[in-house]
């Protein structure tokens, strides 16, 4: 469906393009509710026939710079590995529009909140799901690779530090560069697998009435690459949005590990590491997030990616980074936030 009469798509109203989009799909008749957002430019709602089915529209507006169509990839090689990602009802790459199967409201976190003896059965679910990813044929995505990892972390440096102290150190980011990405080549090494890049508490559903891996229901992976093994499980153990206890982390690993045969030693070094570069990233898209996109919300998650980037830092493979790092970044104190506000 192209924008009407050839018009640009960034200056036509949407909810005409939206209404038009629905109508075609032969969803027109059916009630829409606005759903949480996630922190891009998407919207998303839920659509709810007369006789109560439901499904779910994103709205990615291209002129915003999304597009539906990674979405549309990787979702499709989700389900030729059995995977429980939305199925797909109607799209239009053209004007951003994708219609999907609703998998609910039964996220982990508020499946846990909900009921907290849930907490350990979910998330080896969840991480029995990577395991099987990891165990599927790697699919054809960008690679995560010592480069791009460094240069995705050094986020903290041009908007995180900076943001607090007013300026960036181009030549300290350099540095941080270059001497993460030696790092991140003695450590993360191996064979490649499928990485969702943002599975966590709150892209992840409970099915309970499907079976085996499929009882976990997965969204959100449009970002998605191929890396190293154990990235995802940082993703899901080291959550920005929820405290995950030690113990669960611990043990999430060990089965992890005890399940592939993966070498122990080699595979908790990756997962500091690679815990630490993402940890970095994530200190910097919150701060941006603050000051450009006008969602301070995010900042009150800082202090425990800060915690997960602390601890990762003691680990000895991060040991020509860490005492410099630990006096170049300031702290996120009540001072400094503010300063991101």
Same mark, same amino acid.
């Given at each position: 469906? @192209?924008?009407?009469?050839? !018009?640009?798509?960034?200056?036509?109203?949407?909810?005409? /393009?939206?209404?038009?989009?629905?109508?075609? @799909?032969?969803?027109? !008749?059916?009630?829409? *509710?606005?759903?949480?957002?996630?922190?891009? =430019?998407?919207? $998303?709602?839920?659509?709810?026939?007369?006789?109560?089915?439901? @499904?779910?529209?994103?709205?990615?507006?291209?002129?915003?710079?999304?597009?539906?169509?990674?979405?549309?990839?990787?979702?499709? #090689?989700? %389900?030729?590995?059995?995977?429980?990602?939305?199925e797909i009802l109607a799209q239009d790459?053209?004007?951003?529009? /994708?219609?999907?199967?609703?998998?609910?409201?039964?996220?982990?976190?508020?499946?846990?909140?909900?009921?907290?003896?849930?907490?350990?059965?979910?998330?080896?679910?969840?991480?029995?799901?990577?395991?099987?990813?990891?165990?599927?044929? *790697?699919?054809?995505?960008?690679?995560?690779?010592?480069? *791009?990892?460094?240069?995705?972390?050094?986020?903290?440096?041009?908007? #995180?530090? @900076?943001?607090?102290?007013?300026?960036?150190?181009?030549?300290?980011?350099?540095?941080?560069?270059?001497?993460?990405?030696?790092?991140?080549?003695?450590?993360?090494?191996?064979?490649?697998?499928?990485?969702?890049?943002?599975?966590? &508490?709150?892209?992840?559903?409970?099915?309970?009435?499907?079976?085996?891996?499929?009882?976990?229901?997965v969204i959100d992976f449009q970002d998605?690459?191929?890396?190293?093994?154990? #990235?995802?499980?940082?993703?899901?153990?080291?959550?920005?949005?929820?405290?995950?206890? &030690?113990?669960?982390?611990?043990?999430?690993?060990? %089965? $992890?590990?005890?399940?592939?045969? *993966?070498? &122990?030693?080699?595979?908790?070094?990756? $997962?500091?590491?690679?815990?630490?570069?993402?940890?970095?990233?994530?200190?910097?898209?919150? &701060?941006?997030?603050?000051?450009? =996109?006008?969602? +301070?919300? #995010?900042?009150?998650?800082? +202090?425990?990616?800060?915690? %997960?980037?602390?601890?990762?830092?003691?680990?000895?493979?991060?040991?020509?980074?860490?005492?410099?790092?630990?006096?170049?970044?300031?702290?996120?104190?009540?001072?400094?936030?503010?300063?991101?506000?």
């Amino acid at each position: 469906m @192209a924008a009407p009469d050839g !018009a640009n798509i960034s200056m036509t109203d949407r909810s005409v /393009l939206i209404s038009a989009f629905l109508n075609e @799909a032969g969803f027109g !008749a059916w009630a829409r *509710v606005p759903l949480a957002g996630d922190a891009s =430019m998407r919207r $998303y709602e839920r659509l709810t026939s007369p006789d109560g089915e439901t @499904a779910v529209l994103m709205d990615a507006p291209p002129d915003k710079g999304e597009d539906i169509r990674p979405f549309v990839e990787v979702d499709a #090689y989700l %389900h030729e590995q059995g995977i429980s990602a939305p199925e797909i009802l109607a799209q239009d790459a053209d004007t951003g529009l /994708l219609l999907t199967e609703d998998l609910g409201d039964a996220l982990f976190s508020t499946v846990i909140a909900q009921d907290p003896k849930q907490e350990m059965p979910l998330y080896r679910a969840a991480t029995d799901l990577l395991i099987a990813l990891h165990q599927a044929p *790697v699919p054809d995505l960008a690679p995560l690779g010592p480069r *791009v990892m460094a240069e995705m972390a050094s986020l903290v440096m041009t908007s #995180y530090r @900076a943001g607090i102290l007013g300026e960036e150190d181009e030549v300290l980011t350099h540095r941080f560069e270059d001497q993460f990405e030696d790092i991140l080549r003695q450590s993360v090494k191996g064979d490649m697998v499928f990485v969702h890049r943002d599975f966590h &508490a709150q892209n992840l559903l409970w099915l309970p009435e499907r079976e085996g891996t499929r009882r976990v229901g997965v969204i959100d992976f449009q970002d998605a690459r191929t890396g190293h093994p154990a #990235y995802d499980l940082v993703s899901l153990l080291q959550d920005a949005r929820r405290d995950v206890p &030690a113990g669960v982390e611990m043990q999430m690993i060990d %089965h $992890y590990i005890q399940t592939t045969g *993966v070498d &122990a030693s080699g595979f908790h070094t990756a $997962y500091a590491v690679i815990g630490v570069q993402r940890n970095l990233r994530i200190l910097g898209i919150f &701060a941006r997030l603050s000051q450009e =996109m006008g969602k +301070p919300q #995010y900042l009150d998650l800082i +202090p425990r990616v800060w915690g %997960h980037v602390m601890r990762g830092l003691d680990h000895p493979a991060l040991a020509t980074l860490s005492d410099w790092l630990r006096i170049e970044l300031p702290a996120p104190s009540p001072e400094h936030l503010d300063r991101l506000r």
